[in-house]
Nanobody, 120 residues
Framework: QVQLVESGGGLVQAGGSLRLSCAAS????????MGWYRQAPGKQRELVAA???????DYADSVKGRFTISRDNAKNTVYLQMNSLKPEDTAVYYC??????????????WGQGTLVTVSS
């Protein structure tokens, strides 16, 4: 089994910053891509940012220049630094990881979600 535990969500005023963390634990051989998704009320879950094991990154257009994703492979942890937050960033943020449990078996792991609320 693999567990992803997120932390760092909360309430912040518009223009403020938050840093999300997500630590993976359990039966992990290696982790490929890791990412952050978000789901606002009444909307579909969307990709916010992703990072490969080699450090290549990808961002949703709506967060480019404001959010930065990074990871610590030694700690199996991914971070999301969120700056210049806007009310439209309010959502539940989910961590995702493509985890290789063995050489031949991989699974798509999800965290439980952490709420980010940005007040105007």
């Amino acid at each position: 089994q693999v567990q992803l535990v997120e932390s760092g969500g909360g309430l912040v005023q518009a223009g403020g910053s938050l840093r999300l963390s997500c630590a993976a634990s359990g039966s992990i051989f290696s982790i490929n891509a890791m990412g952050w998704y978000r789901q606002a009320p009444g909307k579909q879950r969307e990709l916010v940012a992703a990072i490969t094991s080699g450090g290549s990154t990808d961002y949703a257009d709506s967060v480019k220049g404001r959010f930065t994703i990074s990871r610590d492979n030694a700690k199996n942890t991914v971070y999301l630094q969120m700056n210049s937050l806007k009310p439209e960033d309010t959502a539940v943020y989910y961590c995702n990881a493509d985890v290789r449990v063995t050489l031949v078996y991989a699974l798509d792991a999800w965290g439980q979600g952490t709420l980010v609320t940005v007040s105007s």
